[in-house]
């Protein structure tokens, strides 16, 4: 049985670049289903939802760190789509790996209507030095991807995201826990998941937070007036966003 009372340092199969072939992808697509199923796209949109809506004039433009396929991207912009009247999004999306990138850019050209390509920009960037500016955007967010980091880097990210984020951050991660563990452990062979999802799954809890974690990234990073709240399935949501509702 693994332990859960620290975070392990063990890398996951997706944060190695030299794999390029249809073993990153496949798992890249599958990612999608996993969000929809266990709540990641709902835990992100419980925050950003209420602040896109009270700005229904305003263009919101929001940076997404370690998009992957982009598939939270995709999401948000479908839904502004969605809303009436029609919200205005703009997204960027940035990986550190040019495969990903180069993927996500082409899945989204397939999968995304015309009206709404534009919405979304994919670069390559590295979460640890943002090449943007201060306040450059409203929002900065970072979904399943914190947990990629041991803890100083992790307060690295955070702060610079409070840097490039007029309104706020939001981050949704990985509660540590064994329910959380044995349940991606068993769905990820029971749907007969890609090899390197079900890697990764049951790995990317053991690399998940406690509250106490979390609240010293936020603690560290000088985050003001955050809150940090769980979420189904197993998620943490950290976020500074505030909604104004004059």
């Not at 997706?14 to 199923?37: C, G, H, K, V, Y």
């Not at 396929?69 to 809303?83: H, L, T």
């Not at 967010?141 to 490039?164: D, P, T």
């Amino acid at each position: 049985m693994p332990s859960f009372k620290i975070r392990t340092d063990q890398d996951e199969l997706m944060d190695d670049f030299s794999i390029q072939d249809e073993r990153l992808t496949e798992a890249l697509e599958q990612l999608r289903p996993i969000n929809q199923l266990l709540g990641g796209y709902a835990t992100t949109m419980a925050v950003i939802a209420p602040f896109l809506r009270s700005r229904p004039h305003q263009k919101t433009r929001i940076l997404d760190l370690g998009t992957g396929i982009g598939d939270f991207p995709e999401y948000i912009v479908r839904w502004a789509a969605a809303q009436s009247p029609v919200l205005d999004v703009e997204i960027v999306a940035i990986d550190a790996n040019p495969v990903t990138v180069d993927y996500a850019r082409s899945t989204l050209q397939k999968r995304l209507p015309v009206e709404l390509q534009s919405k979304i920009t994919v670069e390559v960037a590295d979460a640890l030095a943002l090449p943007y500016a201060d306040d450059e955007f409203d929002l900065a967010i970072a979904a399943m991807f914190l947990h990629h980091f041991a803890h100083e880097n992790a307060v690295q990210i955070v702060r610079s995201m409070q840097r490039v984020s007029k309104q706020g951050i939001l981050v949704n991660d990985l509660h540590r826990h064994p329910l959380a563990y044995y349940g991606i452990y068993s769905l990820t062979r029971l749907l007969s998941a890609a090899p390197m999802v079900r890697h990764d799954g049951p790995l990317s809890v053991l690399r998940g937070f406690k509250f106490l974690e979390l609240e010293r990234i936020a603690q560290a990073a000088e985050l003001q007036n955050f809150s940090l709240n769980w979420r189904y399935a197993f998620r943490w949501v950290l976020s500074t966003i505030e909604v104004n509702h004059d």
